[in-house]
């Protein structure tokens, strides 16, 4: 079955405690980016991956890192979680970034809390 | 990137027709209108796409008019299972995208 994968879908944690939350997809695609959402915010973009080993900011930035270092896997980091990091995190993948293929499948997203 | 304006809320009774519109007036002719749903706090979920012409696939229809500058997406017999929340995206081929806070479709009994 295709499909985008995260983990953890839950995570509560403790501010400045280094975090990771993994995505992972089966389809083979090169675009994967991870957005996050906010009541009232909508779905805001963090960073986004063009393929392996090419990654930039998208909207919101700070705070996090990515990387991509395989096509199927692109985690998102916290260095220093603070508590405006705490939202429901969304990782997508597409095949590609021509506009006529740019069908996103989305995880099934990380709802975290830092206290 | 082109930015697009939709109502925050709509209402609309089981079994009619869903009419979600969208504007997007400054979309340049290579840009393809999206839609994906949000149902509750579940990842979004595609819909349909369209560059120029009127699209139809088994989940809804995609009106664009003809100026290209506003769409609407139809649900054609909305059912409780509709509700959620609508998003239309103009795709610019640019590395990010833009979501908006979409249209929040309630589907009365």
């Known amino acids: 079955e295709a499909q985008v994968t995260q983990n953890p879908r839950y995570l509560i944690t403790v501010t400045g405690k280094k975090l990771t939350v993994t995505c992972s997809q089966n389809?083979?695609?090169?675009?994967m980016s991870w957005y996050r959402q906010d009541p009232g915010l909508g779905l805001r973009q963090i960073y986004y991956s063009m393929n392996v080993e090419v990654t930039d900011k998208g909207d919101v930035p700070e705070g996090y890192k990515v990387s991509r270092k395989e096509k199927r896997n692109f985690p998102l980091i916290l260095e220093s979680p603070s508590p405006n990091q705490t939202s429901l995190y969304f990782c997508?993948?597409?095949?590609?970034?021509?506009?006529?293929?740019?069908?996103?499948?989305f995880g099934p997203g990380t709802r975290l809390t830092v206290l | 990137d082109a930015k697009t304006t939709q109502p925050p809320s709509m209402d609309c009774a089981e079994g009619r027709a869903a009419n979600l519109p969208c504007n997007h007036s400054t979309i340049s002719g290579n840009e393809y209108v999206y839609w994906y749903r949000q149902i509750h706090s579940q990842g979004p979920q595609y819909i349909i796409h369209?560059?120029?012409n009127n699209e139809t696939n088994e989940m809804a229809s995609l009106i664009i008019t003809e100026d290209r500058k506003s769409s609407t997406l139809i649900l054609p017999h909305a059912t409780l299972r509709d509700t959620a929340v609508y998003y239309c995206i103009v795709e610019t081929g640019a590395n990010n995208l833009f979501f908006g806070t979409g249209t929040r479709l309630t589907v009365i009994p």
């Open positions: 369209g560059l120029k």
């Open positions: 389809m083979n695609h090169e675009y």
């Open positions: 997508a993948s597409s095949l590609a970034r021509h506009p006529s293929l740019n069908e996103q499948f």
